[in-house]
């Protein structure tokens, strides 16, 4: 399986997690430019979701979530910013969804994500 395949699986689970819990997918792969794409955008209620999904295979060289760097968030949270521009929105959060697919497949949400 290449990162890609395992990046949009991984999407395509989180997509069917988040509907599951009552969001609606309202854009996936949002690209703002070669270095800012969004996973998902989705609405819980009144509040836009910016999501990002990290997908590995195993926790073996470390888990979804610790792959997620201040560079990487910095570039989802310029691409919020112009969708929130765009759009006019009022009410929004990033969250980050890490998938580990073996030995088991654990799906971990992490809600409000901020960086300090």
């Known amino acids: 399986m290449t990162n890609k395949t395992k990046g ?17 997918i309202l854009e996936r792969n949002k690209h703002y430019s ?8 989705a609405k819980q209620k009144n509040t836009v979701v910016f999501v990002e999904v ?3 295979n195993t926790n ?7 792959a997620i760097t201040r560079t990487k968030f910095e ?11 765009e759009n006019k ?4 959060r990033i969250d980050v969804i890490g998938i580990t697919l073996k030995p088991e497949l654990k799906i971990e949400h992490l809600k409000n994500v901020s960086l300090m």
């Open 8 to 24: 949009n699986a991984g999407e395509d689970l989180a997509c069917r997690y988040l509907q599951k819990n009552g969001y609606e």
């Open 34 to 41: 070669r270095f800012c794409e969004i996973d998902i955008i």
């Open 54 to 56: 990290k997908t590995r």
């Open 60 to 66: 073996t060289y470390g888990t979804p979530m610790e």
């Open 75 to 85: 570039n989802i949270r310029k691409g919020a910013q112009y969708y929130i521009t």
């Open 89 to 92: 929105i009022k009410n929004f």
